[in-house]
């Protein structure tokens, strides 16, 4: 069964306009055909196909799935976009494909990328809940300031921000272990890091300093850790 990005109206499904050419000329979907439906806010569709155009694909709803694909527990990722923004691509396409509830670009002191496409971004964001089958997307939020962002971590939840900065860091993977239910904030920085004074405002925040191994590792392989580690709390 194909699967697309779409949206529900009444009991007729019809195709995100970036899906049709793939749908239309690759897969050459035809009346009758029955195709699975994405539209990212939680439910998915099972659908047989009733009118194809270049413009447009119709399908009529035969079932509703719940939930589906649901990943359980809520982490956010706020992390630092790379230089080379390709690299913070594949971070959200692999993000999605692990189980990532919400993400927001962190802008800090050694940041050298600050603009941002949103909509590059949520586009991989829709092929990735496709192609994994997540019948949710991630919330994307806006940029943040780092200072700003600081002050998000709600009432109960846990916040860790992890650094190369030498000094005493719990490991994330056992943090996370220890409270496996509790709503998860993980800060990730940019190729130069975090600087010791951004460390220290976090800290004096509540945020959990936290280490990723002992390994050196680049932004967008740092937060892909991070979401790993959650998934295997």
């Known amino acids: 069964m194909h699967c697309f990005w779409g949206h529900k109206e009444g009991e007729t499904l019809s195709l995100h306009p970036d899906e049709l050419v793939h749908a239309v000329k690759v897969l050459r979907i035809a009346p009758s055909d029955i195709i699975h439906v994405f539209d990212g806010n939680g439910d998915t569709y099972i659908g047989r196909v009733t009118h194809v155009h270049k413009k447009y694909v119709h399908a009529l709803c035969v079932e509703t799935r719940k939930a589906y694909g649901a990943v359980t527990g809520f982490l956010h990722v706020a992390i630092s976009p790379t230089k080379n923004i390709d690299?913070?691509?594949?971070?959200?396409?692999?993000?999605?494909?692990?189980?990532?509830?919400?993400?927001?670009?962190?802008?800090?002191?050694?940041?050298?990328?600050?603009?941002?496409?949103?909509?590059?971004?949520?586009?991989?964001?829709?092929?990735?809940?496709?192609?994994?089958?997540?019948g949710t997307m991630p919330a994307l939020h806006a940029p943040q300031k780092f200072g700003e962002f600081l002050q998000e971590l709600p009432k109960g939840a846990k916040g860790y921000i992890a650094t190369c900065i030498p000094e005493e860091r719990e490991d994330l993977v056992a943090a996370l272990r220890q409270s496996p239910d509790v709503p998860t904030f993980i800060m990730i920085g940019p190729e130069g890091d975090f600087s010791p004074e951004e460390l220290t405002l976090a800290k004096n925040a509540g945020w959990k300093h936290v280490h990723l191994g002992y390994h050196r590792l680049r932004t967008e392989t740092a937060g892909l850790y991070a979401v790993a580690a959650f998934a295997q709390r």
Request: glycine share 2%.
């Open 87 to 134: 690299r913070m691509h594949f971070f959200l396409e692999k993000a999605c494909e692990l189980g990532i509830h919400a993400m927001t670009p962190l802008l800090s002191f050694h940041s050298e990328r600050r603009n941002w496409n949103a909509e590059r971004a949520e586009r991989v964001l829709r092929a990735a809940c496709t192609q994994s089958q997540k």
